[in-house]
């Protein structure tokens, strides 16, 4: 009997401080939230949204044929412009795609129209290096071999 008074102390006290706690919370520290997996799009989303970009594209929207199962697009046709092809790709990617097979074709003409212009390139760099900037051309001497270091640079003008 003696642990009455304690014990109604006790219950007032639990009584209590559920109340005291509404009045004045504790701020919480809220942590970020897990991040979520992306929203995975049906196939007709996709295949929808390649048809929009496209239509928005320079390629246009009748130029290759679309195909997605399964989140990945299958890309047909041909172009006589190789960049087309991985535009395509991109397009796809960037509608939803999960994957791209891409068989579009390119043209033989094409084909010989990027090995010329690498070619031509090529020989543009060739010439450009190879000529001097002004009529003296600067001369740079061997290093030598015991000290790894060169000589001053000379000029030599041209005859």
């Known amino acids: 009997m003696r642990y009455r008074p304690l014990t109604a102390t006790l219950a007032l006290l639990a009584a209590f401080f559920p109340i005291a706690a509404q009045q004045h919370p504790i701020p919480v520290h809220q942590r970020a939230a897990a991040p979520t997996a992306p929203v995975r799009l049906t196939d007709a989303q996709i295949e929808a949204g390649i048809r929009i970009k496209l239509a928005k594209s320079k390629i246009g929207p009748e130029k290759f044929r679309f195909k997605v199962q399964g989140g990945v697009a299958t890309i047909e046709g041909k172009t006589d412009i190789i960049q087309h092809k991985g535009a395509a790709t991109r397009i796809a990617h960037t509608a939803g795609a ?62």
Not at 116 to 122: C, H, I, Q
Not at 129 to 153: F, N, V, Y
């Open 98 to 159: 999960i994957g791209v097979n891409n068989h579009i074709e390119i043209s033989d003409a094409a084909k010989q129209k990027a090995s010329d212009n690498l070619a031509k390139g090529r020989r543009r760099a060739q010439i450009v290096r190879g000529e001097p900037r002004t009529t003296s051309a600067t001369l740079r001497p061997a290093a030598d071999p015991i000290t790894r270091k060169t000589a001053p640079h000379a000029t030599v003008q041209k005859q």
